[in-house]
């Protein structure tokens, strides 16, 4: 007996939510960033307004000098949404899990000579509270921001920037073999160190700043764009001539990372700025504000990295590790057209053109 | 000859989205038709996929051997670069 198959076919009644469909138009298949992301902030029924902010909406979007008619313009260009994005970093985990554990075994790291050594330990781990810091910004900007597109973006952004704080802890902890010394002496130097102090303000400033946007670009399109590139780029490729190939292996997620994240800043940057005149306007003088502060701010670190004052070759045993951080010394020389300055307003001038492609008028607020 | 169609069939997946996206916005001659559990593009001459445009759609680098994993079926000449895939007779 002869049996015949035939398949038939069944029209799906929909082919994605009515809210998404209503933005793509119907009869198309929505993508899942798209279902996830689209018109998933709450809007109405604010019924307890939050005592701490009595004159504003539980979610609100006057809280900030941004206007949007609508919020879902800052869709995010990598479409993270919670499955896209732990799948490609647990992809990038795996590798970057592979590298320490190839330096590890080798001891790439202890074996560095002492003054790149050095570098990583005054300039390197520090910046573990810098990722801290941009951990409490980009929650806060969640937690206050308009938007699912840029409150899903700004969560996974902090939850990247614990994860680059733990990278860095770990690297002082093969360079020490597993000895806290050295976490404990670069947050000494985070506090006290006078070469920290104005990136230490900077970022304590941002802490409180009132509107949600401002921080959001004070953070990850300033300080980002110009800390990533600064440190990841042009220190660790000094390093990296120098012999410290280690550590480029080690921090190459780091470096991938802004990549990606300078693709979502741009997408932001350049929808606030297509909004309207106002907003390209405010946009373009909170990145002339903070880009002038943070510049400044980095420039100390640039010149530990770049231009150390020559000082007697001291053996960095975990005994005199604290006096490499002490408060009085000069730590650098610098003149214009010394190395961490050059590599500033380097990293600075890239930063600048890249958001004036983006629509903002930078010459117009100067 | 110049009838003849060429054909390109992807399970439907998500990750097929983007690539039929990038089809439709390249190849305007293309029809695109939706089957259970696939979807079929069919085209006279020639058919193309650019990396760049399913890169667009995708939001991360994209290898163009990727197509493969959601590869049904397909008929006409392949020709395979870096940054496209086309199909032609």
């Given at each position: ?5 035939s ?42 307004p939050s ?47 592979k ?19 050095t570098?990583?330990r ?6 573990r ?5 941009g951990?409490?910004?980009n929650?806060s ?8 597109a ?6 996974f952004?902090?939850?990247?920037k614990?994860g ?33 102090q104005?990136?230490?303000?900077a970022?304590?400033?941002m ?12 953070q990850?399109?300033?300080?980002d764009?110009?800390?990533y590139p ?5 220190i660790?490729?000094?390093?990296m ?14 470096r991938e990372?802004q ?7 741009s997408?932001?940057?350049k ?5 309207s ?6 946009v373009?003088?909170?990145t002339?504000?903070?880009t ?5 701010a980095?420039?100390p670190?640039a ?6 004052v ?13 006096r ?7 730590q650098?020389?610098r003149?214009?057209?010394?190395l ?8 600075r001038?890239a930063?600048?053109?890249?958001l004036?492609k ?9 | ?8 069939i992807?399970?439907?997946?998500e ?10 916005a ?5 029809s ?8 079929r ?16 759609k ?15 079926s397909?008929s ?7 940054d496209?895939?086309?199909l032609?007779?």
């Amino acid at each position: 007996m002869a049996i015949e198959i035939s398949s038939k076919q069944i029209e799906p009644i929909r082919h994605t939510y009515d809210y998404v469909a209503r933005r793509i138009g119907e009869g198309r298949p929505g993508s899942r960033y798209q279902e996830a992301t689209f018109d998933i902030q709450p809007t109405a029924n604010f019924q307890y307004p939050s005592s701490y902010a009595p004159k504003y909406a539980l979610f609100d979007p006057a809280r900030t000098a941004i206007v949007m008619e609508d919020w879902y313009a800052f869709l995010d260009p990598r479409q993270y949404y919670y499955s896209a994005y732990t799948v490609a970093r647990a992809k990038q985990q795996e590798v970057v899990e592979k590298n320490f554990a190839f330096v590890e075994s080798k001891n790439l790291l202890t074996n560095l000579p002492d003054d790149i050594k050095t570098v990583i330990r005054k300039v390197l781990i520090p910046l573990r509270h810098v990722e801290w810091a941009g951990n409490m910004n980009n929650c806060s900007i969640t937690d206050v921001g308009y938007g699912t597109a840029i409150t899903q973006a700004t969560l996974f952004h902090a939850i990247d920037k614990l994860g680059i704080a733990q990278y860095l802890t770990r690297i002082s902890l093969i360079l020490e073999e597993n000895e806290e010394t050295g976490l404990d002496a670069a947050k000494q130097a985070w506090l006290e160190d006078e070469m920290w102090q104005p990136l230490r303000r900077a970022v304590e400033d941002m802490f409180v700043l009132d509107d949600w946007f401002e921080l959001l670009v004070a953070q990850n399109v300033v300080l980002d764009g110009l800390l990533y590139p600064l440190v990841y780029g042009e220190i660790v490729d000094d390093l990296m001539v120098r012999g410290a190939m280690s550590l480029a292996m080690l921090t190459e997620f780091m470096r991938e990372w802004q990549k990606e994240a300078e693709r979502w800043t741009s997408a932001i940057v350049k929808a606030a700025c297509l909004e309207s005149k106002a907003n390209a306007a405010q946009v373009s003088t909170w990145t002339r504000v903070w880009t002038d502060r943070l510049s400044d701010a980095l420039e100390p670190i640039a010149c530990a990295a770049f231009d150390p004052v020559p000082t007697q070759p001291a053996p960095a045993t975990k005994r005199n590790l604290g006096r490499l951080f002490s408060k009085s010394e000069d730590q650098c020389t610098r003149s214009v057209d010394s190395l961490s300055v050059t590599a500033v307003s380097q990293v600075r001038v890239a930063l600048l053109e890249r958001l004036q492609k983006q629509g903002l008028k930078l010459a117009e607020v100067a | 000859m110049s009838e003849k169609k060429v054909f390109l069939i992807l399970q439907d997946t998500e990750d097929s989205r983007p690539i039929i996206e990038a089809v439709g916005a390249d190849n305007p001659h293309v029809s695109i038709q939706r089957q259970p559990g696939m979807v079929r593009m069919e085209a006279t001459q020639s058919l193309r996929i650019n990396r760049e445009t399913v890169e667009e759609k995708v939001g991360r680098d994209w290898d163009v051997q990727e197509l493969h994993l959601n590869l049904v079926s397909l008929s006409g000449h392949v020709d395979e670069e870096d940054d496209y895939f086309e199909l032609h007779w």
